[in-house]
């Protein structure tokens, strides 16, 4: 009886985990289509839960035995990046392999993203998607001159209007990328301890977005590959009640 129950659980802990997936599916179909978007993953591993043992006979106990294994999930963030696509607008910037815009949000503090769909404030400040100001080198918001011409952006973050150089983009790289914490809108910021270094050769191509890197394809595969596992856990649920209501009619 004790078996059935823990058989129970452990396809009640499945229908959990593949609910979490779905959401993390669900989550990359929509965004699919934002500029920098990272894909969410989830890993699925059997962890054992405290001290129980199933043993060989069936009976549930401390010692030998057969761990009582549980399904766990655990979320990360995909950086592969996108494919680069050309826009031809000046103010559309995309990086080439490592490193991230930095951003300053409302509350002064820093963030990073892959998104570079910038546009120009009111007083010509070069802001993000989201209206936070894209930051140079040292740590300023970037402004464009009223008559200064048209905007270049070198491939090492330079940008210049005519002989004038308004600065260079910040370019910012972490060792360990899976510890920024994702945010609305593509952008991550870093936790205390997480240290920010500057890319030391960072490649900028103006007139390029960077594509999400979702294959929406394989995402559907995972949706309908969820639904099928889904759907068997739930008999497996349905059996083992069944087989319990009988064995206590039974023995009753």
Known sequence: MMAMNIGLYQSAASLNALERWQDAVAQNITSSQVTGFKRRTVQVASESKGETMLNTDGRVGQGEGIPALFPQTRYSIGFQAGENLPTRRDLDMAVTGEGFFNVRMPDGKTAYTRAGEFSIRADRTIISSQGMPVLSEGGDPIQLQAQGGALVVNEDGTLRQGDAVLGKLAISKTA????????????FIAPAGLEMTPVEKPVVQQGYLESSNVAALREMVDLVSI????????????????????????FS
């Open 176 to 187: 360990n990328p899976a510890g920024l914490v994702a945010m609305a809108g593509g952008l």
């Open 227 to 250: 639904g099928r596992a889904y759907e068997a856990n739930q008999k497996l649920i349905q059996s083992r009640d069944k087989l319990m209501g009988t064995t206590i009619e039974t």
